[in-house]
C-alpha cells in the first residue's frame, strides 16, 4: 500500500471536520479517538453539538471575551457581521468561513469551527495514537453532525483505517439511503446506531425527518448480523416516559434488537448555542442521571431487551 501522503486520492479528497478527539472512552470499545464530521440532516431539539448541523465552516462568537471594537464588520469581505443589540451576529448564509474577521479580532472573541481536512490527513492524526489502540482494545469512531452526510469521505478514512488494522466505529442517526449505510456498514467494526424516537410523527416533529429510512436501516444491519448496538437518547418530555419505553420495546423487539444502551439527556452543549447566536428550545430542561432511567431501563428489560449498564 502506498505510505497515506503520497496517495492521490487520499491527498485530495476532503472532509469538513470541527473536532478529532483524543483518549475518548465512551464511543466504542477502548480508548478511542473520535472523529467529529459536520453536517446533518436532523435537526434534534436537544442537539449537543449543533456547530455540527450545518455542513459549512463557522464563526463562533464568545459574548465574554468580545471588547465591542467592531473591527469584525469593517473586515468581512462579505458583510456578514452586523450588531444587534450590543450582539456580534454572524449571517451564516454569507460567510464563506474566510476567518478575516477571526484574524482581526483583538479579544480573540471569534473562532472558527470546521476545517476542511484530507484523507491523508485524518488519517495521519487518528494513527498518532495507534498504541494506545493496541492496548486498550480501542480504534477510532467517526462521529457527527452526521457521518452518512459526507459519506464518500467516511469510506475512504474507514477503508484506509481498516487498511492499517484500526478498529472502526462510526456514530450514525442511520438516515441516508440504504445504499448509502450498507456501502458505510460494511467498512465498519461497530455502529452504534441512534434511534431518536420510536414513533414517525414524533420522529418528524423533535428532529425533522420520519424514522422510516432509519428503521429500515437499522433493520437490515440487524438482519445481515452487523455488529449494531441500538442507542436510546432519552430527553425529559419528549420520549422518556414508561409509554416509550414500552413503544421502544415493541419496535426493538420487531426489528431483532436485542440489546441496547440508553443515553441520558444532558446539558454539555447549551453554551454553544449561545457561540452560534442560536436559539435553544431546551436550555431549562433537566438533565437527566443514569439512575433517573431505571424504571424506563426495567420496562425495557421485561421485553427481553438487555441494557448496558442497567
Ligand atoms: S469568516 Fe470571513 S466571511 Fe465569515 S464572517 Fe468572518 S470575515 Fe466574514
Ligand atoms: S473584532 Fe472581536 S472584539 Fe471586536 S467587536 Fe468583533 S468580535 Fe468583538
Redesign the pocket.
Known amino acids: 500500500m502506498l505510505p497515506l501522503g503520497r496517495s492521490l486520492v487520499l491527498r485530495s479528497m476532503r472532509g469538513v471536520i470541527f473536532n478529532i478527539q483524543k483518549y475518548s472512552i465512551h464511543d466504542g470499545p477502548g480508548i478511542r479517538t473520535t472523529v467529529f464530521l459536520k453536517g446533518c440532516p436532523l435537526s434534534c431539539l436537544w442537539c449537543s453539538n449543533p456547530e455540527s448541523q450545518g455542513m459549512k465552516v463557522q464563526v463562533l ?2 459574548e465574554s ?9 469593517d ?1 468581512c469581505p462579505e458583510k456578514a ?1 452586523t ?1 444587534e443589540t450590543d450582539a ?1 451576529r454572524i449571517n451564516h448564509l454569507r460567510c464563506t468561513g474566510c476567518g478575516a ?2 484574524a ?7 473562532s472558527l469551527t470546521g476545517e476542511a481536512l484530507s484523507v491523508a490527513d485524518a488519517a495521519t492524526a487518528c494513527l498518532e495514537d495507534r498504541v494506545f489502540y493496541e492496548e486498550s482494545g480501542g480504534g477510532v469512531t467517526l462521529s457527527g453532525g452526521e457521518v452518512l452526510a459526507q459519506s464518500d469521505f467516511a469510506e475512504a478514512l474507514l477503508t484506509c483505517l481498516g487498511r492499517e488494522g484500526i478498529h472502526r466505529a462510526v456514530e450514525t442517526s442511520g438516515f441516508a439511503p440504504p445504499a448509502v449505510f450498507t456501502r458505510l456498514a460494511a467498512r465498519c467494526d461497530f455502529i452504534l446506531f441512534d434511534l431518536k424516537h420510536h414513533n414517525r410523527e414524533q420522529h418528524r416533529q423533535l428532529t425533522g425527518v420520519y424514522n422510516d429510512l432509519i428503521i429500515a436501516n437499522l433493520k437490515a444491519a440487524l438482519d445481515e448480523g452487523r455488529p449494531v448496538l441500538p442507542r436510546l437518547p432519552i430527553v425529559p418530555g419528549c420520549n422518556d416516559s414508561l409509554a416509550d419505553a414500552a413503544a421502544y420495546t415493541d419496535l426493538l423487539t420487531a426489528l431483532g434488537a436485542r440489546e441496547v444502551e440508553i443515553l441520558p439527556f444532558h446539558q454539555f452543549g447549551k453554551h454553544k448555542y449561545r457561540l452560534l447566536g442560536r436559539d435553544y428550545a431546551l436550555r431549562n430542561a433537566r438533565s437527566l442521571q443514569g439512575e433517573d432511567l431505571i424504571p424506563f431501563a426495567e420496562v425495557l428489560k421485561r421485553g427481553n431487551i438487555q441494557v448496558r449498564g442497567y
Open positions: 462568537w464568545n471575551e468580545c471588547v465591542r471594537c467592531r473591527s469584525c464588520l473586515r457581521v450588531v456580534i474577521c477571526c482581526s479580532c483583538p479579544g480573540k472573541a471569534l
